[in-house]
């Protein structure tokens, strides 16, 4: 009897033995994956070092977006004291020097802190100085005649709808996009300053951030001519250039044809 007693104890203890040993397992096991450490740029075990990040680089630009760069040749001559004499003189009493771009109200989107409301470049390729004024006008049709200037709209026009008698006024309730750029080719040794000059022209509609002198093709295979650089923050910018007749607009962005 003592015998069967002390087997079946002995059984009993081998199976109580056996179910501890099996709960003890999974334990153990995530025990060991607890302290397994995660692959990293330093340790990536046998993964790609590409893959970690380490903080210091910025995978995209949402967020933080690119420093804004004035285009070459943006920084023209200091703007004359008497520029806005000149306007007056030149194309009435209406046009105000946009001296600045801000008018006064806050905008969600920061604006450019390059602005440049004067340029000089010999833009119609005749060798004698021009002149480009940034400005703002309600009314820039209404003393053409009187003062013998030529409103154009080259944005317009170059998408298939350009008559400034219709289009002149559309960005006059838009802070950031109601300016009138003034050209005035210059004329003998005054240069944009002669009493009389070559021409003049208020350029409506035009996209832009911020001014610069650049250099186009005006023509295919033919020389570089300087241009007006229309740069925006959120394009690839664009351009107005004299062809011999008129002005033209291009967008940097599909090329230069």
């Not at 093709?217 to 007749?245: H, R």
Request: proline share 7%; glycine share 8%.
């Amino acid at each position: 009897m003592r015998k069967l007693v002390i087997a079946a104890f002995i059984t009993l203890s081998s199976f109580l033995i056996a179910q501890t040993a099996q709960s003890a397992a999974p334990a153990t096991t995530a025990q060991t994956k607890s302290t397994q450490k995660m692959p990293s740029k330093d340790d990536p075990q046998g993964y790609s070092k590409d893959m970690f990040d380490d903080g210091s680089k910025i995978k995209t630009e949402l967020g933080h977006p690119a420093t804004y760069t004035p285009p070459s040749g943006a920084v023209g001559k200091k703007m004359p004291d008497d520029i806005q004499e000149i306007v007056k003189a030149q194309f009435g009493p209406d046009f105000t020097v946009a001296a600045e771009k801000s008018n006064g109200l806050k905008y969600v989107k920061p604006q450019a802190d390059t602005w440049v409301p004067f340029l000089v470049a010999d833009l119609d390729g005749d060798g004698v100085e021009d002149a480009i004024i940034v400005t703002r006008c309600q009314k820039p049709m209404a003393k053409a005649v009187d003062y013998n200037y030529t409103v154009v709209d080259p944005y317009f026009t170059a998408n298939g709808f350009g008559d400034p008698k219709i289009t002149a006024t559309m960005n006059n309730d838009d802070p950031n996009q109601n300016f009138i750029v003034l050209i005035i080719h210059g004329s003998g040794a005054e240069a944009w300053r002669a009493t009389k000059p070559k021409s003049k022209f208020a350029v409506v509609n035009l996209p832009f951030d911020s001014l610069g002198i650049t250099h186009v093709q005006a023509k295919k295979k033919g020389p570089m001519s300087p241009a007006l650089a229309l740069d925006e923050a959120e394009s690839s910018g664009s351009v107005i250039f004299w062809d011999g007749k008129k002005y033209k607009w291009r967008d940097l962005g599909g090329g230069n044809f």
